[in-house]
């Protein structure tokens, strides 16, 4: 077993007088690291039973071809592993990191079917990817010939950034405009850094520069120019936004100091990982260093607010939750990992009001009981009489969820239609929205989803923005024509 070797390896260097330079333990260590991963990763393609009823491959949103890569990579040929990957997923090494395997491919292996375990297909992605980089063999889509024509894409996270790839290696000059100073969404400002390193987000972006894509940072539509402007600058647009609105608590004391949304959190926790100063995070109202935090909610989010302030030192951190474990939204691997840390799970409590004076002291909650099922199928969520308790905090987090932002009016374009839930609303065959050649993608359809989805949807847009743009172009050749 590999991870024998690589124990033994340990053990022995361990006991044995060592006449290595502190660079040569590393550089030893980096080639003996690089054979464990690379065993580890043929070991578990091998276990793959190549079953013909690929159900991890239906499950996978990008419907990739997992069956191929699995045996290319048991029998070593990496490079064609790569090839057959990157041929589906615009960006496999961030889904392999942080797709919710257990929801999706690994979920529907049959091995895990016949209680043996998963296939680790997520990490064999990353591995086969990583290794790509590492290889030179990842290299930027340039087209094989300029079409002269150029799109406009609004929103630099995944499903921005998989249109813009896709239609660049099509023959477009591509724009991507974004109101962040740095591209890449909720892959750079939202997941933490420890499930997804900037830099594997930044050399994508990098290898779209590298393709020519051409980037708009701190452009914000609506503030810096209107849709409209934006539709005429362009052949065809697509919006791809994302969901910002945080869903709210109103409750007494909801006003206190140190009460923060968990998007205003992550970003700052993430610009300080990136370099940047962060005058909240400095000052102490968003930096968790020191504090008793309760993060609210039970979404995947919840959990990166909870494993953050973790790493950054809070000397408690509570996580409250309105229903029982089995009905959390997120991720149980994500809870696992956060219990691992050290994070508590307040189960069935649910927020009434904060206590303190100017700063936040505590959070006031009651019990829950958990009632019959509605209509969706899920139990009632019903308070306990005389149950109220206040748990110590020095910062909440709220992580309730997020809702999109009012698009038709931000954009100043009214005739945007969007959804009873404030999406927008498209046709599903074309990803048109109600404006003719204004196409959307991502979270603004779907509503708060994931990467993967994003980069799926992405890839779609683009499909129907070059069956678009050449239409538009033959129609005003052909009138051309006939005048
Ligand atoms: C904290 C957190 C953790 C998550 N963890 C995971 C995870 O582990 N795995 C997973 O699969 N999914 C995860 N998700 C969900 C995932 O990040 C999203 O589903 C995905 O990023 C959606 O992609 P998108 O391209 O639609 O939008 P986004 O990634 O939100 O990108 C939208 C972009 O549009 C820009 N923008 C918005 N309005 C304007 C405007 N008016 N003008 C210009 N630019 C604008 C924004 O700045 C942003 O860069 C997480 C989400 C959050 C919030
Ligand atoms: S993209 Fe996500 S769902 Fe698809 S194979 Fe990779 S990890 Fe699994």
């Known amino acids: 077993m590999a991870s024998q070797k690589m124990l033994g390896f340990v053990h022995t260097a361990q006991k044995m007088p060592d006449k290595r330079t502190a660079e040569e ?9 690089a054979r464990f991963t690379n065993e580890r990763a ?70 895990e079917q016949s209680t043996h375990g998963a296939v680790t297909i997520g990490s064999v992605e990353k591995y ?18 300029e079409l002269g024509l150029s799109v406009g894409i609004v929103g630099a996270g995944p499903a921005g950034l998989a249109a813009a790839e896709e239609m660049r290696a099509k023959g477009y000059e591509v724009h991507v405009y974004d109101r962040h100073d740095r ?8 997941i933490p850094g420890f499930k997804l390193e900037k830099d594997v987000v930044g050399r994508r972006v990098q290898l779209l520069a590298d393709a020519g894509v051409v980037f708009h940072p701190n452009f914000e539509v609506g503030r810096d120019a209107e849709l409209s402007e934006l539709r005429k600058r362009h052949v065809a647009v697509l919006i791809a936004t994302g969901v910002y609105k945080a869903r709210d608590i109103k409750a007494p004391g909801c006003g206190l100091k140190n009460i923060v949304p968990a998007l205003d959190y992550l970003i700052t926790s ?49 996580c409250l939750y309105r229903r029982d474990r089995k009905n959390m939204p997120g991720s149980q691997r994500e809870v696992a990992h956060a219990e ?27 019990r829950i009981h958990l009632g019959v099922a509605d209509a969706t199928g899920r139990q009632t969520p019903q308070v306990i009489e005389g149950s109220a308790f206040t748990e110590e905090a020095d910062l909440v987090i709220k992580a309730l969820g997020f809702e999109p932002e009012d698009l038709p009016g931000a954009f100043g ?33 779907r509503g708060a989803s994931l990467v993967v989805w994003a980069i799926r949807d992405g890839r779609d847009a683009a499909d129907a923005m070059h069956a678009y743009a050449q239409f538009e172009t033959e129609r005003v050749a052909l009138a051309v024509a006939a005048e």
């Open 413 to 445: 374009s009214p005739d945007l239609t969007v959804t009873r839930w404030g999406t927008l609303l498209v046709d599903h065959r074309t990803k048109m929205t109600s404006l003719d050649g204004v196409f959307a993608a991502g979270d603004i359809v």
């Open 128 to 145: 086969i990817n990583d290794t790509a980089w590492e290889q030179g063999w990842v290299k930027p889509r340039t087209p094989v010939r």
């Open 183 to 190: 591209m890449g969404g909720l892959l750079v400002y939202g």
């Open 42 to 111: 043929n070991e578990q393609a091998n276990r793959c039973s190549q079953c013909g009823v690929p159900f991890c491959q239906v499950h996978c949103p990008v419907s990739n071809n997992i069956p191929d890569w699995l045996k290319l990579t048991a029998e070593g040929r990496l490079e064609e592993a790569y090839e057959v990957s990157q041929s589906t997923n615009n960006f496999p090494e961030i889904c392999g990191r942080i797709c919710p395997q257990d929801r999706l491919c690994e979920g529907n292996c049959v091995i």
């Open 340 to 366: 691992e840390e050290g994070v508590e799970f307040v189960w069935q409590a649910a927020p009434e009001g904060f206590t303190g004076d100017d700063v936040v002291t505590g959070v006031r909650a009651v």
């Open 270 to 318: 993430n610009k300080v990982s990136l370099g940047d100063t962060v005058e909240a995070y400095e000052s102490g109202s968003l930096n968790a260093d020191g504090k008793k935090v309760v993060v609210l909610g039970g979404g995947d989010t919840a959990m990166d607010c909870v494993r953050t302030a973790i790493r950054q030192g809070a000397t408690s951190v509570k």
């Open 25 to 33: 333990r590393r550089q030893d260590f980096a080639e003996i690291y």
